[in-house]
């Protein structure tokens, strides 16, 4: 799955419309920014510092990028010329300029070499580009015709499984209005061209996003309906392919701006569906469900995506912000619903799901004679076929299976500890159904009235974060602690907000609290295992210690944070305290161990300004004493140290030898005096 970390405005843009893009630097971390046609900055994201920056002496046709051959930045002035220089280069206008007589319509960055995309579709290394300039002999006039009828978008550049690399790029007509997607193999220039047209719809969103066997070209439509076009090399799918699902989030009657993130996500960025501002949502397209989403007040129409490493890049308005995102493994039950929307879709548009003229061409192949004729034979030949006897078990004639083979199936699931529930039914065995849970301690709902809400969720595709969100906040607020303790069993894939939600309450709900302002005046409290089920059970869920600290900061004071170091020091140190087993962890002293100090160093994190000015003698034993457990474990650490050489060796299967294996030389103790 992809979560959405953090959000921040990155740098202001003086004037949407000089705004041309953006672009890897040669520094990981770091992107070159084209603020206007004469103005190139280049930001550190994490930091939003400003590191170089350039003021060009004309004006750019196209965004500036860093070449890795050359170790230079490229600019493209007035669509005919390229300035190169690096990053010691103060005043860029003392560049030579390099004239070309065809028309260049963008620079493409690549991990090798950078590429340059004519307006006539002719693309070229750099490299090349720059030793046959002198050699090209085409009109100035045409040239110019070209760059005023045709308007060249998104070029990108995509490896094959095969090692093949391809150039996609948009071509619109600016006359017609025409757009088609050029697929471009650079290897043997072969050219393919999609014309992008539906009849009575429009097109509001486009992109290329990279897939597991072959780009993909994903349109978005103004009936809400996704289509996706496989751009394999041996494919007959027409334009604009297959659709997949419906877009509820947003409003397609208004722009969508698209980009590939990452191998089989897509960011997309539009205005709110059915009220105001903005959403941008990363879309899954191997599984078609949406993963991730970030509100904003405000829509704007100028909107421009970009994406490298760990965040995604949004230039809407007159700011550049900044969404820090995370891809975690993916589990297709925690994604399928995770994200649905309060927008339910018509009858008719879960109908049909194909083109109409598909499904029009299908009920004209139905009624043809021809067909009619092959499905008549088809019924009278299987009307000759004898009828099939199967004579059900009775214990006489046919055996039932035998009480072995019963006892042997159960004995294999009981190897694969898992957990069985069973659900009976009053009208026979045709309505008894079985579930396997994931956690062995998972006893299910502990009422009917539970277990129909739990079960109509799960039934409707809801994931696991959404069934969470809903049913846990619904058990927070009644104090039903069993059910809470039920949920954190069954599930496995819970938001870190609803992990600190669900500590606060365990923590409100152990055995003798300390809270008076804050602060406790009693001695610490002995913890208790078999009365700290439920808070055992939150500590042993998985978490991302970066998002959860802030709902730590907002849910915990000091009191839960005095208990709980107190508590976990007790599962670090005490070889009785384990956590219970999770389907993602096993029951261990060293698993309790690794877990109590992940949850030790973001409580420190969290709360560490409060635990620094705090005064109380309960919270400062609880730290002396982590302190000398950490000290321990410093000092275990020299210790273990010593042993290296010799368990490599072990490892290694090579023969141990003593440290004193010669014996050619003695020491006698001689008494001179």
Same mark, same amino acid.
């Given at each position: 799955? /992809? %979560?959405? =970390? *953090?959000?921040?405005?990155?740098?202001?843009? $003086?004037?949407?419309?000089e705004? &041309?893009?953006?672009?890897?630097d040669?520094?990981?971390?770091?992107?070159?920014?084209?603020?206007?046609?004469?103005?190139?900055?280049v930001?550190?994201?994490?930091?939003?510092?400003?590191?170089?920056?350039?003021?060009?002496?004309?004006?750019?046709?196209?965004?500036?990028?860093?070449?890795?051959?050359?170790?230079?930045?490229?600019?493209?002035?007035?669509?005919?010329?390229?300035?190169?220089?690096?990053?010691?280069?103060?005043?860029?206008?003392?560049?030579?300029?390099?004239k070309?007589?065809?028309?260049?319509?963008h620079?493409?960055?690549?991990?090798?070499?950078?590429l340059?995309?004519?307006s006539?579709?002719?693309?070229?290394?750099?490299?090349?580009?720059?030793?046959?300039?002198?050699?090209?002999?085409?009109?100035?006039?045409?040239?110019?015709?070209?760059v005023? /009828? %045709?308007? =060249? *978008?998104?070029?990108?550049?995509?490896?094959? $499984?095969?090692?093949?690399?391809? &150039?996609?790029?948009?071509?619109?007509?600016?006359?017609?209005?025409?757009?088609?997607?050029?697929?471009?193999?650079?290897a043997?220039?072969?050219?393919?061209?999609?014309?992008?047209?539906?009849?009575?719809?429009?097109?509001?969103?486009?992109?290329?996003?990279?897939?597991?066997?072959?780009?993909?070209?994903?349109?978005?439509?103004?009936?809400?309906r996704?289509?996706?076009?496989?751009?394999?090399?041996?494919?007959?799918?027409?334009?604009?392919?297959?659709?997949?699902?419906?877009?509820?989030?947003?409003?397609?009657e208004?722009?969508?701006?698209?980009?590939?993130?990452?191998?089989?996500?897509?960011?997309?960025?539009?205005?709110?569906?059915?009220?105001?501002?903005?959403?941008l949502?990363?879309?899954?397209t191997?599984?078609?469900?949406?993963?991730?989403?970030?509100?904003? %007040?405000?829509?704007?129409?100028?909107?421009r995506?970009?994406?490298?490493?760990?965040?995604?890049? &949004?230039?809407?308005?007159?700011?550049?912000?900044?969404?820090?995102?995370?891809?975690?493994?993916?589990?297709l039950?925690?994604?399928?619903g995770?994200?649905?929307?309060?927008?339910?879709?018509?009858?008719?548009?879960?109908?049909?799901?194909?083109?109409?003229?598909?499904?029009?061409?299908?009920?004209?192949?139905?009624g043809?004679?021809?067909?009619?004729?092959?499905?008549a034979?088809?019924?009278?030949?299987?009307?000759?076929?004898?009828?099939?006897?199967?004579?059900?078990?009775?214990?006489?004639?046919?055996?039932?299976?035998?009480?072995?083979?019963?006892?042997?199936?159960?004995?294999?699931?009981?190897?694969?500890?898992?957990?069985?529930?069973?659900?009976?039914?009053?009208?026979?065995?045709?309505?008894?159904?079985v579930?396997?849970?994931?956690?062995?301690?998972?006893?299910?709902?502990?009422?009917?009235?539970?277990?129909?809400?739990?079960?109509?969720l799960?039934?409707?595709?809801?994931?696991?974060e959404?069934?969470?969100?809903?049913?846990?906040?619904?058990?927070?607020?009644?104090?039903n602690?069993?059910?809470v303790?039920?949920?954190?069993r069954?599930?496995?894939?819970?938001?870190?907000?609803?992990?600190a939600?669900?500590?606060?309450?365990?923590?409100?709900?152990?055995?003798?609290?300390?809270?008076?302002?804050?602060?406790?005046?009693?001695?610490p409290m002995?913890?208790?295992?078999?009365n700290?089920?439920?808070?055992?059970?939150?500590?042993?869920?998985?978490?991302?210690?970066?998002?959860?600290?802030?709902?730590?900061?907002e849910?915990?004071?000091?009191?839960?944070?005095?208990?709980?170091?107190?508590?976990?020091?007790?599962?670090?140190s005490?070889?009785?305290?384990q956590l219970?087993?999770?389907?993602?962890?096993?029951?261990?002293l060293?698993?309790?161990?690794?877990?109590?100090?992940?949850?030790?160093?973001?409580?420190?994190?969290?709360h560490?300004?409060?635990?620094?000015?705090?005064?109380?003698?309960?919270?400062?034993?609880n730290l002396?004493?982590?302190?000398?457990?950490?000290?321990?474990?410093?000092?275990?650490?020299?210790?273990?140290?010593?042993?290296?050489p010799?368990?490599?060796?072990?490892?290694?299967?090579?023969?141990?030898?003593?440290?004193?294996?010669?014996?050619?030389?003695g020491?006698?103790?001689?008494?001179?005096?």
């Open positions: 799955m /992809s %979560k959405f =970390l *953090s959000y921040y405005n990155l740098f202001p843009i $003086p004037d949407p419309k705004f &041309l893009g953006l672009a890897s040669r520094e990981k971390g770091n992107v070159v920014t084209t603020l206007a046609r004469n103005v190139v900055v930001l550190n994201i994490s930091t939003q510092k400003q590191l170089l920056s350039w003021s060009l002496p004309e004006k750019l046709s196209t965004k500036v990028i860093y070449d890795p051959s050359s170790q230079h930045y490229v600019g493209v002035f007035g669509n005919h010329s390229l300035r190169l220089w690096d990053v010691g280069t103060a005043d860029v206008s003392k560049c030579k300029k390099l070309f007589q065809k028309s260049i319509a620079l493409v960055e690549t991990d090798q070499e950078a340059v995309l004519y006539d579709g002719v693309c070229q290394t750099l490299s090349q580009a720059l030793a046959s300039r002198k050699d090209q002999k085409e009109d100035t006039a045409e040239q110019l015709a070209l005023a /009828s %045709k308007a =060249l *978008s998104k070029p990108t550049v995509y490896t094959m $499984p095969q090692g093949q690399q391809v &150039l996609t790029y948009f071509e619109e007509t600016k006359a017609t209005g025409v757009l088609q997607l050029i697929r471009l193999s650079l043997t220039s072969t050219r393919r061209e999609y014309t992008i047209e539906r009849e009575s719809v429009r097109l509001t969103g486009y992109a290329v996003v990279d897939g597991d066997t072959a780009p993909q070209m994903l349109t978005i439509w103004s009936d809400k996704i289509f996706m076009l496989n751009l394999a090399e041996r494919t007959s799918e027409r334009s604009p392919g297959q659709y997949v699902s419906m877009l509820t989030d947003l409003n397609v208004k722009k969508l701006s698209v980009h590939g993130v990452s191998r089989n996500f897509a960011a997309i960025y539009g205005a709110n569906y059915g009220q105001e501002g903005a959403s949502l990363v879309y899954n191997q599984f078609k469900v949406v993963n991730a989403k970030q509100y904003f %007040k405000m829509y704007l129409e100028f909107s995506l970009w994406a490298r490493d760990e965040h995604i890049l &949004l230039a809407m308005g007159q700011n550049i912000a900044a969404v820090r995102y995370r891809m975690s493994s993916e589990i039950v925690d994604m399928l995770s994200q649905s929307s309060d927008t339910q879709m018509n009858t008719i548009e879960l109908d049909h799901i194909n083109e109409e003229d598909t499904l029009e061409s299908a009920i004209k192949f139905a043809s004679k021809k067909h009619r004729q092959s499905y034979k088809l019924q009278a030949n299987l009307k000759m076929l004898p009828p099939l006897e199967m004579s059900e078990a009775d214990g006489r004639k046919v055996a039932y299976d035998p009480p072995e083979l019963f006892e042997e199936e159960m004995s294999e699931l009981i190897k694969q500890h898992v957990h069985g529930e069973l659900i009976e039914c009053e009208n026979g065995l045709d309505d008894v159904s579930t396997l849970m994931t956690n062995y301690f998972d006893e299910g709902p502990m009422n009917t009235a539970v277990q129909a809400l739990v079960r109509q799960e039934r409707s595709g809801a994931g696991e959404e069934i969470i969100e809903k049913i846990l906040t619904l058990f927070i607020k009644t104090k602690t069993e059910h303790l039920m949920c954190l069954r599930y496995s894939n819970i938001s870190e907000k609803m992990l939600w669900s500590l606060r309450y365990a923590l409100d709900n152990t055995p003798n609290p300390t809270r008076i302002n804050g602060h406790s005046t009693e001695e002995e913890t208790d295992q078999t700290d089920e439920l808070l055992n059970a939150v500590l042993a869920c998985s978490f991302d210690p970066s998002a959860i600290e802030p709902h730590l900061q849910r915990l004071q000091i009191s839960h944070v005095q208990y709980l170091l107190n508590h976990l020091y007790v599962l670090a005490e070889p009785s305290a219970e087993e999770r389907p993602n962890r096993e029951a261990s060293v698993q309790t161990e690794s877990q109590a100090l992940q949850w030790f160093g973001t409580l420190l994190t969290s560490f300004t409060v635990l620094t000015i705090s005064k109380d003698e309960q919270v400062l034993d002396t004493k982590w302190s000398d457990l950490l000290a321990f474990y410093r000092d275990s650490l020299t210790d273990m140290a010593a042993l290296l010799q368990l490599t060796k072990i490892v290694e299967m090579r023969e141990t030898r003593s440290m004193y294996s010669t014996a050619w030389y020491i006698e103790e001689v008494v001179l005096y």
